[in-house]
C-alpha cells in the first residue's frame, strides 16, 4: 500500500540574505525519506547572484540539477520572468542518484541597478513539482532614473486640465549632480528641475507638466536631460500621450489598405464630445477622394453623430491612380458649431494593386 513520505521531522533552512530557493508545493524531502518509486528534485547552489555588472553584458552560471529519487527525474519546464535571463538544461531526463548541469545566461540589457529575476523549474517531483530560483544582479550606471524606463506617459489628457510626470535621478560615480533641460519643446511642455533634492547633493527630480495651452493631438516627443557626469552626458525620456479637443474623431485617421473595384466600402466614423453634457452639431462634410460619399447620421442629437463613408476605389488605369503610384490619400472634412473647433479633418488613405 503507498504511504506518503514523513515529513515531520524535517527542519527548514535558513535562507540567504539576499536570494532563497522557493519551493511552491513545499520543502524538498530528505532522499531517505522519498519513496523509491518517485522522482526527487535537488538544485545546486540554491541561487544565482551574478554580482555588479555593466549595461548590455552576458554572463553565464552553472548549476546541478540531481535526481535523488528512485525513478527518472523528468524536467517538464524550465522558464525565466523575463527574457533578459535564458536557462537551458544539458538534459531533461535524468536518471536515479545522476545529476545535469543546467546552464544560465544573464543579459543586463538596458537595465539598471538592482535586478531581481526567478527561475521556475517544474518536474514530475510529486513533493516538490515546482521550485522558483532567485536570479539577482546589480547592474551599474552612472546615474539611475526612477521610474527605471525613461518613458512620461500622459495617456489621454483635456486640454487645461493640468497633468505632471516626475523622474528621479541619483548620481553613482559623482559627488554632485546637476541636471538641466536640453530639449524640450516649449509649446507643449513645461519643465521644472530641482537638484540637491532633500540635502543629497547625489540627487535630483525633473518635473514634466503639459501646459494647459497645448496644441491639440497626439504626443510623440523626445524630452533630453543633460547631466554633469562625463559617462552618462544625457538621457531621453519618450513622452506619449495626447492632448483631447472638446470634440474628437474615432477613428482618427482612416486606412483601407488594399481594395478592389468589385467590393465596395462602408465605413463608419463617430463624432463625439470628450467633455460631459457638451452640446455640439456636425453641420457638413467634405471630401476630396469623389470616389467616396460621405453622410451624416444622428445617432445622438447634440452628443455623438456619426459619418458613414462609401464608395468604390477608382479604376488601376485612372490617371489619378497612375500619378500617385497607387497610393491614394485625401482628407475627410468635418464642420461643427462648436466655437473653437469649426472644422475636424480625418485623413484617408487606400492602396490599389498597380
Known amino acids: 500500500m503507498f504511504r506518503a513520505p ?8 535558513i535562507a540567504p540574505v539576499v536570494i532563497l530557493l522557493v519551493a511552491t508545493a513545499a520543502v524538498t524531502a530528505p532522499a531517505q525519506d522519498r519513496p523509491q518509486g518517485f522522482a526527487s528534485i535537488s538544485v545546486q547552489p540554491e541561487a544565482i547572484d551574478f554580482g555588479t555588472m555593466e549595461r548590455n553584458q552576458s554572463r553565464t552560471k552553472e548549476l ?16 525565466s520572468s523575463c527574457g533578459c535571463t535564458v536557462a537551458e538544461p544539458a538534459t531533461r531526463k535524468i536518471k536515479p542518484g545522476q545529476s545535469t548541469t543546467l546552464t544560465v545566461t544573464f543579459n543586463s540589457m538596458e537595465s539598471q541597478g538592482p535586478q531581481h529575476k526567478i527561475l521556475t523549474i517544474r518536474s514530475n517531483d510529486v513533493v516538490t513539482p515546482t521550485l522558483e530560483l532567485a536570479v539577482t544582479a546589480v547592474v551599474h550606471v552612472p546615474v539611475v532614473i526612477n521610474p527605471q524606463r525613461p518613458l512620461f506617459a500622459f495617456t489621454n489628457t483635456r486640454r487645461g486640465v493640468s497633468a505632471e510626470r516626475q523622474a528621479t535621478f541619483t548620481a553613482m560615480d559623482i559627488p554632485r549632480l546637476e541636471l538641466k533641460a536640453e530639449r524640450v519643446r516649449a509649446d507643449l511642455f513645461e519643465i521644472k528641475i530641482q537638484n540637491g533634492v532633500d540635502g543629497d547633493p547625489r540627487q535630483g527630480i525633473v518635473t514634466l507638466s503639459i501646459r494647459p495651452d497645448a496644441p491639440y493631438g497626439p504626443i510623440n516627443e523626445i524630452v533630453r536631460i543633460g547631466t554633469n557626469d562625463p559617462n552618462q552626458p544625457s538621457i531621453d525620456f519618450e513622452v ?6 472638446d470634440l474628437e474623431v474615432v477613428p482618427a ?10 467590393k465596395p466600402i462602408h465605413r463608419e466614423l463617430r463624432v463625439q464630445s470628450t467633455v460631459k453634457d457638451l452640446k455640439f452639431k456636425v453641420t457638413g462634410v467634405q471630401i476630396d477622394l469623389p470616389e467616396f460619399k460621405v453622410t451624416i447620421e444622428e445617432r445622438v442629437p447634440t452628443q455623438e453623430t456619426v459619418i458613414v463613408l462609401r464608395g468604390a476605389p477608382i479604376a488601376t488605369t485612372d490617371p489619378r491612380a497612375i500619378a500617385a503610384e497607387g497610393r491614394m ?10 466655437p473653437s473647433q469649426p472644422e475636424l479633418q480625418v485623413k484617408i488613405t487606400y492602396l490599389l494593386r498597380l
Do not use: C, M, P
Open 329 to 338: 490619400q485625401g482628407t475627410l472634412r468635418i464642420f461643427t458649431n462648436h
Open 6 to 13: 514523513d515529513l515531520s521531522g524535517h527542519r527548514g533552512w
Open 253 to 262: 485617421q482612416v486606412n483601407l489598405r488594399y481594395l478592389e473595384r468589385d
Open 240 to 245: 506619449i500621450g495626447a492632448v483631447l479637443h
Open 64 to 79: 546541478i540539477i540531481r535526481n535523488d529519487g528512485g525513478i527518472d527525474l523528468d524536467l517538464l519546464e524550465v522558464k
